[in-house]
C-alpha cells in the first residue's frame, strides 16, 4: 500500500463547477497535510495547508482533514481552466519529510 | 524576496558521465531536500539536510548519488557514472524550521537528460 494515495485522473470538469480532489494516507501519526498544484513543465507551488479536522477556507480553496478516516480533500469553488494542473498531496508523516501522492490531473472546460 | 534557485536548467549529458546540480536555498532556511520526479510521476524524496545534523540519505536509489550541504547554505547533488534511467527533473525545497509543519518552498528544477 502507498503511503499517499490520489486518483490518478484525470478529473474533467466544467468552468464554474466545484473541483474535489481526494487523498487518503496510510500512516495515522501524520501530523500536517499540504496541497501542491504544479502546471506542466513547472514546480509545485503551496496551495493549502491544514493541520487539524475539519475545514480550511482560502478564497475558492477548501481543505478537508478528517484524521479518523484518514483522508484528505481539497475542493476548488468556480473552478477556471486556470485551475488546469497537476494537484499533489503531501503528509508530513512527523519524520521531517514530506511524502507526496502522484498527483490528481485536473482539467477544467472552458 | 528570493525563492529558492537552482542551476543548471537543464543538463544534457552522455550515459557514464558525472553530473552535478547546485541548489541555493531561501536565506535563513534551515532544511534543504532533494526531490526526482521522472516524466509523468510524483516526487520522490532523496535526501535531507536540517542544519548541521547528519543528512537522511535514506531515499537516494544508489550509491552513485551523493549530496553535500554546507551549513545553511548551497548544497549540490552529485550523480556519477550517470544512466538513462537518471533523466529527470530534480527538484530542490527549502523550509524555514523543520521539525514542526513547515511548508517548503520549490526552486526551478534541474532537467537533466542522460543519452
Known amino acids: 500500500q502507498k503511503e499517499v494515495e490520489q486518483n490518478s485522473g484525470p478529473l474533467s470538469v466544467p468552468e464554474g463547477a466545484i473541483a474535489s480532489l481526494n487523498c487518503t494516507y496510510s500512516d495515522r501519526g501524520s501530523q500536517s497535510f499540504f496541497w501542491y498544484r504544479q502546471y506542466s513543465g513547472k514546480s509545485p507551488e503551496l496551495i493549502m495547508s491544514i493541520y487539524s479536522n475539519g475545514d480550511k477556507e482560502d478564497g475558492r480553496f477548501t481543505a478537508q482533514l478528517n484524521k479518523a478516516s484518514q483522508y484528505v480533500s481539497l475542493l476548488i469553488r468556480d473552478s477556471q481552466p486556470s485551475d488546469s494542473a497537476t494537484y499533489l498531496c503531501a503528509v508530513n508523516t512527523g519524520f521531517q519529510k514530506l511524502v507526496f501522492g502522484t498527483g490528481t490531473r485536473l482539467l477544467v472546460s472552458p | 524576496g528570493a525563492g529558492v534557485s537552482q542551476s543548471p536548467s537543464n543538463k544534457v549529458t552522455e550515459k557514464g558521465k558525472d553530473v552535478e546540480l547546485r541548489c541555493d536555498p531561501i536565506s535563513g532556511h534551515t532544511a534543504l531536500y532533494w526531490y526526482r520526479q521522472r516524466l509523468g510521476q510524483g516526487l520522490e524524496f532523496l535526501i535531507y539536510?536540517?542544519?548541521?545534523?547528519?543528512?537522511?540519505k535514506s531515499g537516494l536509489p544508489s550509491d552513485r548519488f551523493s549530496a553535500e550541504r554546507t551549513g545553511e547554505s548551497v548544497s549540490t547533488l552529485t550523480i556519477q557514472r550517470t544512466q538513462q534511467e537518471d533523466s529527470a527533473v530534480y527538484l530542490c525545497a527549502s523550509s524555514r524550521l523543520a521539525g514542526v509543519p513547515e511548508t517548503q518552498y520549490f526552486g526551478p528544477g534541474t532537467r537533466l537528460l542522460v543519452l
Open positions: 539536510f536540517q542544519g548541521n545534523s547528519a543528512p537522511d
